[in-house]
């Protein structure tokens, strides 16, 4: 068993696994060679021989334990209908947004009748699974119900008033278009599992938008996307929450193998929470990865330390890796971790 699977089970490691959201970036610079020539973002997720490559770059670069398909979570409902591009310098956009009932109406029953065609993700699975070596499992993910309907609901990023209104103004509405995103949700880590992932990853990553809302409109989804997972796949499912640290023992209860924590609560603390009976993952500030090398040395031990010697430990980050991150510190990161054995 991989160390990865091993800590997700609550199994004793030699030491850490370490992986980290948002690997496979910009601030490679062999990413921004094949960016350069593919054509874009779209492209290459789209392009299952590019995606490949792209989730192998940062595995063969740094060591790392685990790798996770190049994709994005907005493939979803790209998939459903809703049309999603990439405008340089200003993030995703969604054309076709769902922001009236005949809007939500008619996507809902597009995703009951027509199912969910990401044949291109599952293709990059099955050569990325091929190609890494049998103790490095591949990472399939998703976002969560609530943080696509972040997207589908205002077409882009930003505050997401409009999806934040509508839990106001048509709470019937905005539960139409979570109960759909969790059976899509749950369709499209079973296909990536089906195609050689070892691991399902939520990201919810607008959850802490909620506050006292986060059980009605977004854990109570995730929740049976990952039942729907466990019963098909039977395989282990992290969630990361962004910003939800006051909702730790709740998420810790809806059924997956790992909460991921960001840098706002120490992992010690999570522990305590949640008992030590669910695997952490996190959780360094990215942005410790801009200052120096000695600065990311000293909190990787920080954060091992404060963890402790139990198992069920994930290196990673509180939030991705920022674009403008040197590639060195990341080196710094994987050695210092790597250089950790346990008792």
């Known amino acids: 068993m991989t160390l990865l699977l091993r800590s997700l089970a609550l199994q004793p490691t030699p030491?850490?696994?370490l992986w980290l959201m948002r690997q496979a970036g910009r601030y490679l610079p062999e990413y921004r060679k094949v960016r350069e020539k593919s054509g874009g973002f779209l492209a290459m997720a789209k392009t299952p021989e590019l995606a490949c490559e792209i989730t192998l770059q940062p595995v063969r670069r740094f060591g790392l334990d685990a790798a996770i398909i190049f994709s994005d979570i907005l493939t979803i409902p790209d998939a459903l209908g809703l049309q999603l591009r990439?405008?340089?310098?200003?993030?995703?956009?969604?054309n076709n947004p769902l922001r009236a009932e005949n809007d939500v109406a008619k996507f809902c029953a597009r995703a009951e009748s027509g199912g969910l065609d990401l044949e291109y993700v599952c293709a990059a699975c099955r050569l990325a699974a091929a190609a890494l070596p049998a103790e490095i499992p591949l990472i399939g993910f998703c976002g969560s119900p609530w943080t696509l309907a972040c997207y589908m609901i205002d077409g882009e990023?930003?505050?997401f008033w409009r999806a934040r209104a509508m839990r106001y103004s048509r709470p019937d509405l905005l539960h139409s278009i979570l109960q759909t995103n969790a059976r899509a949700a749950a369709?499209?880590?079973c296909g990536q599992m089906q195609a050689g992932c070892k691991v399902a990853m939520i990201f919810?990553?607008?959850?802490?938008?909620?506050?006292?809302?986060y059980e009605e409109f977004s854990l109570r989804y995730i929740r049976e996307t990952v039942a729907a997972v466990k019963a098909?796949?039977?395989?282990?499912?992290i969630v990361f929450s962004?910003?939800?640290?006051?909702?730790l023992a709740q998420t810790a209860k809806c059924g997956c193998d790992a909460v991921g924590v960001d840098w706002q609560i120490p992992l010690s603390r999570a522990r305590e929470i949640t008992g030590g009976k669910i695997a952490l993952q996190g959780n360094m500030d990215p942005a410790t990865l801009l200052a120096d090398k000695k600065a990311v040395q000293q909190e990787a031990l920080k954060i091992l330390r404060d963890y402790g010697n139990?198992?069920?430990?994930?290196?990673?980050l509180g939030h991705g890796v920022d674009k403008n991150t040197p590639p060195e510190n990341i080196q710094t990161l994987a050695e210092t971790v790597r250089s950790h054995i346990l008792p």
């Open 15 to 17: 030491r850490r696994p």
């Open 86 to 94: 990439f405008a340089e310098g200003e993030g995703p956009k969604l």
């Open 157 to 159: 990023g930003g505050g």
């Open 187 to 189: 369709e499209s880590l």
């Open 204 to 213: 919810d990553s607008w959850g802490g938008l909620l506050g006292e809302d």
């Open 232 to 237: 098909k796949c039977k395989t282990p499912v």
């Open 242 to 247: 962004r910003q939800c640290a006051a909702h």
């Open 310 to 316: 139990a198992p069920g430990h994930i290196f990673n």
